[in-house]
């Protein structure tokens, strides 16, 4: 019994020996003792260092032996389907998108024998600029409508475009003038957003003579480069009265209904946006993309879509099912849908942030995050209203912007330096948009103005705006129509 337990412990030595011998856990530095000819090289051709943006690393091989090869990260790829004895192994490496390196360690060893291994490793640089990923309504959105929406993401970490509504229609003294202006006239260049109302194109107006001067500053506007934003004071389809004829809480609810006389009208001049939209082409024949702002300022009672006329659900299911008609009924992909609140007072935090998501129709129904603030000329509260929403907006990953603000009749003449570049001057906000001036010709008594003319007090005030880095005016824009490198649209 005594020499069969000395037997087995020895036995049992010789095992854990000859395991120790074949195992690749053996010391880096250890030389290894081949019984036979065999050998085993293998070196960087690189430095070993690879860009976050991606690269090759190349491996040489010496060797009489086969191999197998492995790789501990699935960053990095081999590119080969053959292992030469003598030669070189390519890797392929993936972009990087965090912003800390990375290492591999790539493994060559011996088939038969697992002694005979080596393994180099391979660093990849961390990307200082990470691509975003941004998720839009329309996943079908033609090319330069996903750039546009790409570069109101981007456009907002070196400032805001100014803009202005019916800017290049008309202005307070002058009407249909070509390069006609108010903001040209006073800083030599145009706003960065051109402003105009859709309304006219769908409803019972669309016969409208205007329409042609529509479509020529729209088209105008895109060629210099410009952001063209719409809303739509809409006729309202049930009653026959205008915009602002709440009378009846039913509209929304007749329109939601199959078969409904008013939901047939109402598809009528969404038919007619369609058309409109499909035939908005710039000189080299491209769709021009529009930022569509429907049913906006749907916080306030005053419209037939507004908070006094439609519950929460209706309003949701309204606006649903007004994207999907357009995206998905009649293949319209050069629009971005903003949601557009207004905010008109003094608020505490949370309720500016329950105005600004008041009825969210959902993150897939929404490219940008407006808000029309009528809050007169309080930097303080202006500056709520944009901090806010420049939370919400990284929250959500949405560009965000101001739709329509101004002081009617605003008489102070350092408006734009106290009233919007100070309470802006920190905040991720890709626009202001004023709101119109109207055409007064001669009757002075009119003072319906909501931004600079030649001949307002604060004309200098304006250009002192104009020649802030943070402000962006037409000549000031990047190519907002081509998609920005380190942006990914989902």
């Not at 199959?258 to 769709?287: H, M, Q, V, Y």
Request: contains cysteine; aromatic residues 12%.
């Amino acid at each position: 019994m005594r020499h069969f337990c000395l037997n087995f412990i020895k036995s049992l030595f010789l095992i854990v020996i000859g395991i120790g011998c074949c195992s690749c856990g053996k010391a880096e530095n250890e030389d290894p003792k081949p019984t036979d000819n065999r050998y085993l090289k293998v070196a960087l051709n690189t430095t070993g260092e690879i860009d976050a943006n991606g690269g090759e690393a190349e491996v040489k091989i010496e060797t009489n032996v086969d191999y197998t090869v492995a790789v501990d990260a699935d960053w990095l790829k081999l590119s080969e389907t053959s292992y030469p004895k003598n030669g070189t192994l390519k890797f392929t490496a993936e972009t990087n998108e965090a912003t800390s390196s990375r290492t591999a360690t790539i493994t060559v060893c011996d088939k038969s024998d697992r002694y005979y291994l080596q393994a180099v490793k391979v660093t990849q640089g961390g990307n200082q600029n990470p691509p975003l990923d941004l998720t839009i309504v329309d996943k079908q959105a033609t090319e330069q409508t996903k750039a546009l929406f790409a570069n109101l993401w981007t456009i907002a970490d070196l400032g805001f475009m100014f803009g202005h509504h019916d800017d290049l229609w008309y202005g307070r003294y002058w009407y249909n003038e070509p390069g006609g202006s108010d903001t040209k006239a006073v800083c030599g260049d145009y706003p960065a957003v051109f402003s105009v109302d859709f309304a006219s194109i769908m409803d019972n107006r669309y016969n409208n003579e205007d329409n042609a001067i529509r479509r020529r500053v729209i088209l105008e506007a895109r060629e210099r480069g410009e952001v063209i934003l719409a809303c739509a004071h809409l006729n309202n389809p049930l009653t026959g009265g205008d915009s602002w004829d709440n009378s009846n809480n039913q509209v929304v609810k007749s329109i939601l209904t199959p078969g409904n006389a008013t939901r047939t009208k109402f598809i009528t001049w969404l038919d007619r946006l369609a058309e409109f939209c499909l035939n908005l082409k710039d000189s080299k024949g491209e769709l021009v993309p529009v930022i569509f702002r429907p049913l906006h300022e749907h916080t306030q009672n005053w419209s037939w879509w507004g908070s006094s006329c439609t519950t929460e659900s209706e309003f949701i299911e309204f606006w649903q099912f007004l994207v999907t008609y357009l995206r998905d009924t009649k293949g319209v992909h050069n629009l971005l849908f903003a949601i557009s609140p207004q905010l008109d007072g003094w608020y505490d935090d949370q309720t500016i942030r329950n105005r600004l998501l008041f009825r969210w129709p959902g993150d897939n129904y929404v490219d940008f995050i407006g808000m029309d603030c009528y809050h007169g000329d309080n930097p303080t509260t202006f500056n709520n209203y944009l901090r806010i929403a420049t939370e919400i907006s990284k929250e959500k990953r949405k560009p965000c912007g101001v739709t329509e603000t101004g002081v009617e009749s605003f008489t102070r003449e350092d408006y734009w330096t106290y009233s919007i570049l100070q309470p802006i001057k920190d905040k991720r906000v890709s626009m202001v948009v004023m709101w119109r001036n109207k055409y007064v010709g001669e009757n002075e008594w009119d003072k319906h103005y909501f931004s600079v003319y030649p001949g307002h007090p604060s004309e200098d005030n304006f250009r002192k705006m104009f020649s802030d880095e943070r402000s962006f005016f037409s000549k000031d824009l990047p190519n907002m129509y081509k998609l920005p490198e380190n942006i990914r649209i989902k």
